[in-house]
């Protein structure tokens, strides 16, 4: 299974009370599932969100609870719980959300991305271009947030071969990324990374290396040398070296990957 390579949104912290008697506490639970998602301790995060759930499983708490329970699972690899609180969380933004609330976007984006790792791609596109209609009309179609469901789209419509379409996409985030953050943001040059690669796929590989290759130094200046990021834009630029037979770099590349990663876990 080919896992995203973005994580599935989380919800907003509620404001609204819940019905049980201490909503405020329950509160301060999903703050701090919040951060414990961020340090990856799922165990303790689902544990503070199921119980969540269970004392607010139909209003407003309990739809925050399953989208982060989504974003919790897909991060697991777990596409069963992932799809299962994906659709919960959907039903309740419908129900309890007006139809273009951003919280309804965020629903949609992350069954989106479980329908598409799961080869729902029918599905997985309608409801991206369903989360992006929301967020342009609520945010403008030059808000960072517009750019990250580009982005998800693009995706699809790489691994689907669709590569104009694909290309397309990413420019455009690219631009609101620039625009909006600046041309150095990690979010701008994450873009551009991916930009690179649909280029390779598309066989312009001077292209794909000279894009590729500036973004990787880039992001490796930002972020550092290690992360999920910077290893997914070495890989970019790796591609594009063996299509043009410097395959010695990319094999030294795809190994500082491996070492790096091994040594991250």
């Given at each position: 299974m080919k896992w995203s390579r973005r994580p599935a949104r989380r919800a907003p912290t509620p404001h609204r009370s819940s019905t049980t008697s201490s909503p405020q506490r329950i509160i301060n639970s999903l703050i701090l599932a919040s951060v414990y998602l961020d340090q990856r301790r799922f165990a303790e995060a689902e544990t503070l969100l199921t119980a969540a759930l269970r004392a607010d499983p139909e209003e407003t708490i309990g739809m925050t609870a399953d989208i982060d329970l989504t974003s919790a699972a897909i991060r697991q690899e777990d596409c069963v719980q992932a799809e299962k609180h994906a659709r919960l969380a959907l039903a309740s933004?419908?129900?309890?959300?007006?139809?273009?609330?951003?919280?309804?976007?965020?629903?949609?984006?992350?069954?989106?991305q479980v329908c598409r790792l799961t080869g729902n791609y029918l599905e997985a596109e309608r409801s991206y271009r369903q989360a992006l209609e929301i967020w342009e009309?609520?945010?403008?179609?030059?808000?960072?947030?517009?750019?990250?469901?580009?982005?998800?789209?693009?995706?699809?419509?790489?691994?689907?071969?669709?590569?104009?379409?694909?290309?397309?996409?990413?420019?455009?985030?690219?631009?609101?990324?620039?625009?909006?953050l600046g041309p150095e943001s990690p979010d701008a040059l994450v873009a551009?990374?991916?930009?690179?690669?649909?280029?390779?796929?598309?066989?312009?590989?001077?292209?794909?290396?000279?894009?590729?290759?500036?973004?990787?130094?880039?992001?490796?200046?930002?972020?550092?040398?290690?992360?999920?990021?910077?290893?997914?834009?070495?890989?970019?630029?790796?591609?594009?070296?063996?299509?043009?037979?410097?395959?010695?770099?990319?094999?030294?590349?795809?190994t500082r990957i491996h070492q790096s990663v091994t040594a991250f876990r």
């Amino acid at each position: 299974m080919k896992w995203s390579r973005r994580p599935a949104r989380r919800a907003p912290t509620p404001h609204r009370s819940s019905t049980t008697s201490s909503p405020q506490r329950i509160i301060n639970s999903l703050i701090l599932a919040s951060v414990y998602l961020d340090q990856r301790r799922f165990a303790e995060a689902e544990t503070l969100l199921t119980a969540a759930l269970r004392a607010d499983p139909e209003e407003t708490i309990g739809m925050t609870a399953d989208i982060d329970l989504t974003s919790a699972a897909i991060r697991q690899e777990d596409c069963v719980q992932a799809e299962k609180h994906a659709r919960l969380a959907l039903a309740s933004a419908r129900r309890l959300l007006p139809p273009s609330h951003p919280t309804l976007a965020i629903a949609l984006n992350n069954l989106a991305q479980v329908c598409r790792l799961t080869g729902n791609y029918l599905e997985a596109e309608r409801s991206y271009r369903q989360a992006l209609e929301i967020w342009e009309s609520v945010l403008g179609p030059s808000h960072p947030d517009v750019a990250h469901g580009l982005m998800n789209l693009a995706a699809l419509c790489h691994e689907r071969g669709r590569e104009p379409g694909a290309e397309q996409l990413y420019r455009r985030a690219v631009a609101i990324f620039d625009q909006a953050l600046g041309p150095e943001s990690p979010d701008a040059l994450v873009a551009r990374s991916e930009l690179a690669d649909v280029l390779r796929a598309e066989r312009r590989y001077t292209e794909a290396e000279r894009t590729g290759g500036a973004t990787m130094a880039s992001l490796e200046k930002s972020l550092g040398p290690e992360g999920p990021r910077v290893w997914r834009a070495m890989v970019n630029y790796a591609r594009p070296l063996r299509e043009t037979r410097r395959a010695q770099e990319a094999e030294a590349l795809l190994t500082r990957i491996h070492q790096s990663v091994t040594a991250f876990r």
